[in-house]
Nanobody, 114 residues
Framework: VRLVESGGGLVQAGGSLRLSCVASGSISNLYTMAWYRQAPGNQREMVAVINGGGGTNYVESVKGRFTISRDNAKATVYLQMSSLKSEDTAMYYC?????????WGQGTQVTVSS
């Protein structure tokens, strides 16, 4: 399974971005998928989770600002990010949750300037 993330970029604080993660190969639509992020010097952390039925959960720091969604027909998971803060600056990745079942993709860099 190959995961390809895209949509990152440089944005001012308060701005928005929409990330996409396309899965190629065999990955079940029933898998719970997650967006993770890793800032320099920090461990990778889960940011948002969506299960096969569309149920979602978020880390406290992004609740009300980020929205995870999925389009199973397109094997794509999205992360809509709004009201971005400088502390959201990180490399963003997607993978299954809780245990990553696929090789990590190259990620997509999100940089928020204050």
């Amino acid at each position: 399974v190959r995961l390809v993330e895209s949509g990152g970029g440089l944005v001012q604080a308060g701005g928005s971005l929409r990330l996409s993660c396309v899965a190629s190969g065999s990955i079940s639509n029933l898998y719970t998928m997650a967006w993770y992020r890793q800032a320099p010097g920090n461990q990778r952390e889960m940011v948002a989770v969506i299960n096969g039925g569309g149920g979602t959960n978020y880390v406290e720091s992004v609740k009300g600002r980020f929205t995870i969604s999925r389009d199973n027909a397109k094997a794509t998971v999205y992360l809509q990010m709004s009201s971005l803060k400088s502390e959201d600056t990180a490399m963003y990745y997607c993978n299954t949750f809780p245990a990553p079942k696929a090789d990590w993709g190259q990620g997509t860099q999100v940089t928020v300037s204050s």
